[in-house]
């Protein structure tokens, strides 16, 4: 879609027009869907939250900025919706601050033992990777490395490094929805 040809539905929809809202959601729903699998990597999680996304937009049509970039405006606006999903299912398992302060030391041991049992299993978990994606992990979330840096310092290209850590990444989050589907299946019976 050209570009004056987005700006024009984006106006057009923020009027009301159903055909350039219809428009905006043909053109951008795979790139929006790609880019939220990217970020997710929870396809039903994407699909409900671009839905959503399109949603809140038609709702709020006549009170949208003008935007001049709406590829990114769209993208941002998703990225948000599923860092926020994502946050409010981690919030929901988390204990409150307050029940912190009222925990027992046995507790506090306890959790203590988890932490340490979350350790191992992510060292379990990186034994899953190749030894350059296991380096190239440690120095990207360790080490607090930039792309760039890594890439500079194991002497590859940049691309290469962003290549085997997005295929590690998605290693470790497959072995980690088959525990999930695992603890899951057996706290349920």
């Given at each position: 879609m050209?570009?004056?040809?987005?700006?024009?539905?984006?106006?057009?929809?923020?009027?009301?027009?159903?055909?350039?809202?219809?428009?905006?959601?043909e053109?951008?729903?795979?790139?929006?869907?790609?880019?939220?699998?990217?970020?997710?990597?929870?396809?039903?999680?994407?699909?409900?939250?671009?839905?959503?996304?399109f949603?809140?937009?038609?709702?709020?049509?006549?009170h949208l900025p003008?935007?001049?970039?709406i590829?990114?405006?769209?993208?941002?606006?998703?990225?948000r919706?599923?860092?926020?999903?994502?946050?409010?299912?981690?919030?929901?398992?988390?204990?409150?601050?307050h029940?912190?302060?009222e925990?027992?030391?046995?507790?506090m041991?306890?959790?203590q033992?988890?932490?340490?049992?979350?350790r191992?299993?992510?060292?379990?978990?990186?034994t899953?990777?190749?030894?350059g994606?296991?380096?190239?992990?440690?120095?990207?979330?360790?080490?607090?490395?930039?792309?760039?840096?890594?890439?500079?310092?194991?002497?590859?290209?940049p691309?290469?490094?962003?290549?085997?850590?997005?295929?590690?990444?998605?290693?470790?989050?497959?072995?980690?929805?088959?525990?999930?589907?695992?603890?899951?299946?057996?706290?349920?019976?």
């Open positions: 050209a570009d004056t040809t987005e700006h024009k539905h984006w106006n057009q929809f923020r009027t009301g027009d159903r055909a350039a809202f219809l428009s905006l959601y053109s951008y729903y795979q790139a929006l869907y790609a880019f939220g699998c990217r970020v997710s990597g929870e396809r039903e999680l994407v699909k409900d939250a671009i839905h959503e996304l949603c809140e937009l038609w709702d709020r049509r006549f003008e935007v001049t970039q590829k990114s405006y769209l993208f941002t606006y998703l990225k919706k599923l860092v926020k999903e994502q946050s409010l299912s981690l919030d929901s398992l988390q204990v409150t601050t029940q912190l302060s925990r027992s030391y046995e507790e041991l306890m959790d033992q988890t932490d340490e049992g979350n191992l299993r992510m060292q379990q978990l990186l899953k990777l190749t030894p994606q296991r380096e190239m992990i440690r120095l990207r979330y360790y080490e607090q490395l930039s792309y760039e840096s890594i890439a500079e310092q194991l002497q590859v290209q691309r290469t490094v962003y290549n085997q850590i997005s295929e590690a990444l998605k290693t470790l989050r497959k072995h980690v929805q088959v525990l999930t589907s695992l603890l899951l299946f057996f706290l349920i019976r």
